[in-house]
C-alpha cells in the first residue's frame, strides 16, 4: 500500500520523506489556508520535494470554472493531480480533463455509488473518507472494502486513497481491506512507527549494553 501524507506543510513532508515514506502527498483548502501562504508556492515547492502525485484542489463550483482553474493548476507542476468534489459538476469536470489525459482525485466520497461513479467518469483517484463516515456510526472500512471489490470486478483502473484517516487502525485497517493508497495526516504518521513495547526493548537493551567489555565506538572500531 501506498502512503501519501495530507497536509500542506512542507517541514512535515520533509521529515517523513527522509524515512522513504512519503509516496504522494495529497493538499485541501482547509490544509492550504493553514499555511498562511500563496496556494500556488505551497503546490511548487511540495512538487518538487515529492516526485509522486500531488493533489491540489479547485474551489469552483460549475464544471467550466473546475476544468478553467484545473487547466491553471497542472501547468504549475507535471506530478500535479486535480483534486474534485463528488457532485454532477465535479463528474462533469472528471470526465472532461480525463479525456485530455489530467489525472484526477475525486473527494468526499461515501457510497459505494459515488465510487462508481467517479471511476466510470475517469478518475485517477477515488478518495473514501473513512473518518467521517464512523462519525456518523457507518463503519468506514466497509466502504474501502466494497470499493475494491467492485473496481477489481470491473476492471476499473482507479486506485482507492482512503481519506480521514483518524488512527493507526484505519491505516492498518485500509491495508487488509485493499486500499492501493492511504493518506495521512502528519501529526499521525509517528504513531504508525512507535510502540511502547518497543521503546522499553530499546531501553533494556542499552541497559544490557553497558555491561558488555569495551563497547563500541563511534567510528566502527572496538574500544
Not at 52 to 75: F, I, K, N, T, Y
Not at 88 to 107: F, P, R
Not at 121 to 150: C, H, N, W
Not at 201 to 207: D, S
Request: charged share 25%; proline share 4%; aromatic share 6%.
Amino acid at each position: 500500500m501506498k502512503f501519501f501524507l495530507d497536509t500542506g506543510n512542507v517541514e512535515e513532508i520533509k521529515r517523513v520523506k527522509r524515512l522513504g515514506l512519503v509516496d504522494g502527498v495529497t493538499t485541501n483548502p482547509s490544509l492550504i489556508a493553514k499555511e498562511k501562504r500563496p496556494f500556488k508556492e505551497i503546490i511548487q515547492e511540495i512538487c518538487k520535494e515529492i516526485s509522486g502525485p500531488v493533489s491540489a484542489e479547485v474551489v469552483g463550483v460549475r464544471a467550466a470554472d473546475m476544468v478553467r482553474e484545473a487547466h491553471e493548476l497542472a501547468r504549475w507542476a507535471d506530478n500535479v493531480v486535480i483534486k474534485l468534489p463528488m457532485t454532477e459538476d465535479g463528474l462533469e469536470a472528471t470526465y472532461k480533463l480525463s479525456q485530455e489525459g489530467i489525472k484526477t482525485n475525486v473527494t468526499l466520497i461515501f457510497t459505494v455509488a459515488q465510487g462508481l461513479m467517479a471511476a466510470k467518469a475517469g478518475a485517477t483517484y477515488i478518495s473514501p473518507f473513512v473518518g467521517r463516515l464512523d462519525d456518523t456510526g457507518i463503519e468506514g472500512l466497509k466502504l474501502i472494502r466494497d470499493l475494491r471489490t467492485v473496481l477489481d470486478h470491473y476492471n476499473f483502473p482507479a486506485e482507492i486513497i482512503t481519506a480521514s484517516v483518524r488512527n493507526i487502525l484505519h491505516v492498518q485497517d485500509a491495508a487488509l481491506a485493499g486500499a492501493h493508497i492511504a493518506t495521512i495526516p502528519g501529526s499521525l504518521f509517528p504513531s504508525l512507527w512507535k510502540h511502547p513495547l518497543t521503546d522499553i526493548g530499546i531501553e533494556k537493551f542499552l541497559k544490557d549494553w553497558t555491561q558488555v567489555p569495551g563497547g563500541l565506538s563511534l567510528d566502527g572500531g572496538n574500544q
